[in-house]
């Protein structure tokens, strides 16, 4: 038994022998990358499939949505749309609305290594923040869509965006509805997606999911809490695992690989804990202050909120001048907290009255304290001084 084996493994060995010698002999010198298909490239394909010249602008709309879709993806969104088009009609003439909803049951091959979707949050959805969203649509929106113009004029799209601002003032809110406007898909990065207890993966993961987001682009990587990953290096709060993630986070957003089509927006609490490595020109370019609703701010809040809650006899001016000082998110929470004192009265309640808002105003206060917000304005201080 002993010399068949020895024997196996002697053939074994010169099999992997010639394997080699006829690697070097046959070398494959030419390497081709067939990439992901582009906007133009998607809208031919779909128009090689779908042939009807009635559906020139939906494949236009749908190859420009369908980001990270490979030559397949787009053949098994053309199948379902004749799936569900045979099922209604019995017809082979594939309409508009069947081609829209195939586009929702595709998942592209490019993401599937990646939690990306595109939300469905809209700025109508979000009281106030003009300004905030002035800001960010000239951060993100305007490279995209006015690319020439801005190249026109000289001007570099910003890489990265940093939203600082009070708990509950809709930071994260206003990134997604950045997101669903822009048609960009959004990926969401938290802590625990990143760190690892084994040595090295951490860095790999933030890499890797970098090198992803290049391929699903255009495409906004979503940071909340940095100051949990971007911490200042040598502080007490930082260690050596943090600081390893912080300089590969550095390379990425700044480094050989440019960021084409992938724009950060970043989400704190803290701006005063992150590393100011993070801070300057080339990585977090705009710093932009989402502060606490004003009285306009809290009236569309609150006039987003009635339109789910049937009321009766209840005046939003005077509850958006009860509520100064309040998050956007309290602000929200004292019409919950309302709702349910009217169920706690009647259980079939029809209608949310004033003295119910009344209840939840006393039971929902400001949390807020005057202390973060002395250091927001310290912060900013600092930065009009340091400019």
């Known amino acids: 038994m002993v010399p068949v084996v020895q024997e196996s493994r002697i053939l074994l060995n010169i099999l992997l022998i010639f394997l080699r010698n006829l690697q070097l002999i046959f070398r494959l010198e030419t390497e081709l990358e067939i990439n992901i298909p582009d906007k133009m490239d998607r809208f031919k394909i779909l128009k090689s499939l779908i042939p009807e010249t009635v559906l020139q602008s939906e494949l236009e709309e749908v190859a420009e949505h ?13 199948d379902k749309a004749l799936s569900k088009t045979l099922m209604t009609t019995s017809e082979r003439n594939i309409s508009a609305e069947d081609l829209l909803w195939a586009f929702t049951q595709v998942r592209p091959s490019a993401m599937r290594e990646l939690q990306v979707h595109v939300p469905t949050v809209k700025w109508n959805d979000i009281g106030g923040g003009q300004e905030v969203r002035l800001k960010l649509e000239q951060a993100v929106e305007w490279p995209l869509k006015h690319g020439e113009s801005l190249k026109r004029l000289g001007i570099k799209a910003p890489k990265g965006v940093l939203l600082y601002g009070p708990p509950g003032c809709s930071k994260t809110l206003v990134a997604k509805a950045l997101a669903t406007e822009t048609n960009l898909n959004f990926i969401s990065i938290k802590g625990s997606d990143i760190f690892s207890k084994w040595v090295g993966e ?35 709060t930082s260690n050596t695992v943090h600081e390893r993630v912080l300089s590969q986070l550095l390379t990425e957003m700044d480094g050989v690989n440019p960021l084409d089509g992938v ?47 049937p009321t009766k006899d209840v005046s939003i001016e005077e509850i958006a001048k009860k509520t100064d000082g309040y998050s956007g998110a309290e602000v929200v929470a004292v019409c919950t ?51």
């Open 66 to 78: 369908c980001h990270g879709y490979v030559a397949a993806d787009l053949v098994s969104l053309v």
């Open 202 to 236: 951490s860095e790999k993961a933030l890499r890797d999911l970098f090198r992803s987001a290049r391929k699903v682009a255009p495409a906004i990587i979503f940071l909340d809490e940095i100051d949990a990953l971007g911490a200042n290096r040598g502080s007490s």
């Open 263 to 309: 724009v950060i927006v970043a989400a704190t609490n803290r701006p005063d804990c992150i590393d100011k490595a993070l801070m300057r020109p080339g990585r977090l370019d705009r710093l932009i202050y989402v502060p606490l609703p004003d009285y306009e701010t809290r009236w569309q809040i609150l006039k987003i909120q009635f339109e789910k809650i």
């Open 337 to 387: 907290e309302a709702a349910l004192a009217a169920l706690q009265e009647e259980m079939n309640a029809e209608y949310v009255q004033m003295s119910h808002f009344e209840s939840a105003l006393a039971s929902v206060t400001a949390r807020t304290p005057q202390s973060l917000l002395n250091l927001y304005e310290d912060y900013r201080k600092k930065l009009i001084t340091c400019k």
